[in-house]
């Protein structure tokens, strides 16, 4: 997908479709800031196989662009980022936006 810039903070409806969803993560915790890059990896790895994605990682944030070619909601998208986060190994990562950026395929 490429480089992308952030979006605008336009929060999709639960059930409305769309074909990219940007995810933001962060971390206020010290010592798991430096580690960005190893979470990152660790979320991508527990996200659907199906979704193709592209990453940013930043010192204490994580952005993930998600995009997928149908059924793809902002609540689907949030309730497989909250099963991710679950993982004890993310204790210190919380989801901070879940928004559509669909206008970055047009």
């Known amino acids: 997908m490429g480089q992308y810039v952030p979006t605008s903070p ?10 990219c969803v940007e995810l933001v993560f962060r971390t206020s915790h010290a010592e798991s800031r430096p580690q960005a890059p190893i979470t990152a990896a660790r979320l991508l790895s527990l996200l659907p196989a199906t979704w193709q994605s592209d990453l940013r990682v930043a010192v204490g944030e994580i952005a993930i662009l998600v995009a997928h070619t149908e059924g793809l909601t902002a609540e689907n998208v949030r309730r497989e980022a909250g099963a991710a986060l679950a993982d004890p190994a993310l204790w210190a990562w919380q989801l901070v936006e879940c928004r559509d950026a669909t206008y970055l395929l047009q």
């Open 10 to 19: 336009t929060q999709p409806g639960p059930a409305t479709e769309v074909r």
